[in-house]
């Protein structure tokens, strides 16, 4: 497109968030050890370092231990070390104790920020020479004439709702690259397009997503315990729908909690906001948060997936690696080690590809790498759990505690039969679900929750959150779901308006809402919403998340 300057590099890295950032610091390292030239650069659509990234997070430091091993000397922000797990099964109004089961066992994890792990990571590699460009959403795919890709490009900034230019316009930037590493974590937009064009999930599983919401809190110093790690399942969750909360206790009377909702889940009535907020008024939860005071506020989808899901992961010009592929660990709860992994093996794979001179534009030794690490060992372990659950809470439990008795070395596997998207039963079909009004102390509504997400989007600029059909949301989604996006939402960005005055009932997007959950893009019932990037530094800005 004229207009846009052009930036060469041998390696560009599309996300930085822990594999992306992995990726790149493991690209200078070997250049460094091999006394190589070697031009990386990171793009990040968020407005610095760390601003979109959410997770739990319990850390295992496998993969930081093989790619910085003098972390604790370099002063990596793994302050609070695991020290106690409770595994909890919750009804209405009573709490059991149960075994921890073994893959949730965290002696020598660490409960972190994963956005503070990330702006650590975006420092080493800065050290090193990573060229780092926070605020650049990566907007397009630039393919060669040969169709493999070559690059991508930002997207313009200045430019109205309208989609003309305003005066404030500044085109995007072309970023050229002899291998791309697209990390952009879980349903990236690019990536999709990537998964499409090239066919990479021919014969493998659909994935299949969970939504995660979580919240920081300030608690009373009495009731902080730094090192507790806390999971339960069952309420309010029915057993037909996947899904927990963890609860876990940092430094500085901090505490992280959460919850998780499979995005299988089939009745259109459910509200994975409304059930988190009412987990918090558990009598055996709600006293951790009374008397504390309420910090931030997120949420994000992962890929829940696992090994069958895993895509064919290089093509011509470019490499998924992290989230994006869907790397997590169901079982452990875990998806930040392997991530990592899946950058520095992708890292080696590459550097080896450009230096020893391999052959044609797809680095196909990235994916034989990553079967013989011990990512690919533990996901194959791990691949019975999760599509166990399909048939509800206690034969999901079952199924779990066989597998992890002989090793996840079943001789069968089972297999994810469809899509997030084509789980929803009719409206008229499910159990209406009543949620409580929010009592504004521990449990809240979903505006003052958006607040603390301090998301921000420039207002005039064209929307990223785009339909396909104009209609479908009325003629379908209404009709026959009952309007799921204004539940399945985290941030209130869908709401139907018009139908109470007497008015045609229409979609109202309240896109300067939006978190960047792409729980929409994933749950749409007929896929008629597609996500895509808005303005870079657009989104969230989440503070020690």
């Keep these: 497109m004229s207009g846009r300057e052009s930036l060469e590099f041998d390696v560009l890295v599309v996300g930085a968030g822990p594999s992306g950032l992995s990726a790149a610091i493991r690209l200078k390292q070997l250049a460094q050890d091999s006394g ?9 659509k968020g407005s610095e370092v760390g601003a979109h990234l959410l997770s739990g997070a319990v850390f295992e430091p496998h993969a930081l231990d093989e790619l910085i091993p003098d972390w604790r000397d370099k002063g990596a922000p793994l302050d609070t070390p695991a020290k106690e797990d409770r595994f909890l099964f919750l009804t209405e109004a009573k709490a059991f104790r149960l ?20 702006r650590w990571l975006g420092q080493q590699a800065e050290q090193l020479g990573v060229e780092i460009y926070a605020g650049f959403a990566g907007a397009e795919v630039l393919y060669d004439p040969w169709g493999a890709v070559k690059g991508v490009a930002t997207g313009d900034m200045g430019i109205g709702k309208d989609g003309e230019p305003t005066g404030n316009h500044t085109p995007g930037v072309e970023l050229h690259a002899k291998q791309t590493v697209f990390a952009e974590g879980c349903r990236g937009s690019l990536t999709k397009t990537l998964m499409a064009r090239f066919n990479l999930r021919d014969g493998i599983d659909p994935q299949t997503y969970g939504l995660g919401i979580k919240e ?42 959460g919850f ?14 409304e059930e988190f907020q009412r987990y918090k008024t558990h009598p055996a939860i709600r006293p951790t948060f009374e008397g504390g005071r309420r910090l931030a506020y997120g949420a994000r989808a992962l890929s829940e997936g696992g090994f069958q899901s895993i ?14 592929a869907g790397f997590l660990n169901v079982p452990k709860i875990k998806g930040n080690h392997t991530a990592m992994k899946s950058g520095i093996v992708a890292a080696e794979a590459v550097f080896e590809h450009l230096t020893g001179g391999g052959d044609g534009r797809e680095v ?10 011990w990512v690919w060992d533990e996901l194959y372990r791990a691949r019975n759990i999760r599509p166990g659950f399909r048939k509800g809470l ?47 102390k521990v449990s809240f509504d979903r505006l003052s929750s958006v607040y603390l997400s301090n998301t921000n989007h420039e207002e005039d600029q064209p929307p990223h959150l785009t339909l396909k059909d104009a209609e479908t949301p009325i003629r379908v ?26 008015g045609d009932p229409r979609l109202r997007i309240n896109a300067q809402n939006c978190v960047h959950c792409k729980t929409c893009d994933i749950k749409d019932p007929t896929q008629n919403i597609d996500w895509v990037t808005p303005e870079g530094g657009g989104g969230p800005n989440y503070p020690g998340l």
């Excluded at 895509?311 to 994006?324: N, R, T, W």
């Excluded at 989604?477 to 007497?502: F, K, M, Q, W």
Aim: aromatic share 10%; charged share 15%; net charge negative.
């Design 99 to 118: 075994p921890t089961p073994p893959q949730m066992h965290n002696a020598g994890n660490f409960i972190i920020s994963l956005g503070n792990l990330g």
């Design 36 to 44: 190589k030239e070697l031009s990386v650069c990171v793009i990040e």
């Design 364 to 373: 196909t030794e990235y994916q034989a790498r990553l079967r013989r690490s």
């Design 260 to 273: 998780v909702v499979g995005l299988d889940y089939s009745n259109p009535h459910l509200s994975p906001f």
């Design 477 to 502: 989604n209404l009709a026959l779901y009952d309007a799921p996006e204004t539940r399945y939402c985290p941030a209130g960005v869908y709401e139907i308006v018009g139908s109470g005055d007497g």
């Design 394 to 440: 206690w034969a999901g439990l079952a199924n779990a505690a066989y597998e992890t008795a002989v090793g996840g070395r079943s001789p069968w596997t089972l297999h994810h039969k469809h899509p997030d998207h084509a789980t929803l039963k009719k409206a008229g079909d499910a159990q209406p679900i009543t949620y409580p009004k929010p009592d504004s």
């Design 216 to 257: 920081l809190w300030e608690i009373d110093p009495a009731k902080s315990n730094p090192g507790l790690i806390e999971h339960s399942i069952g309420w309010p969750l029915t057993p037909d729908t996947y899904g927990g909360s963890f609860l876990y206790h940092l430094s500085d009377n901090l505490v992280s909690v």
């Design 311 to 324: 895509p064919k992961l290089a093509f011509p010009g470019g490499l998924i690696v992290g989230d994006g």
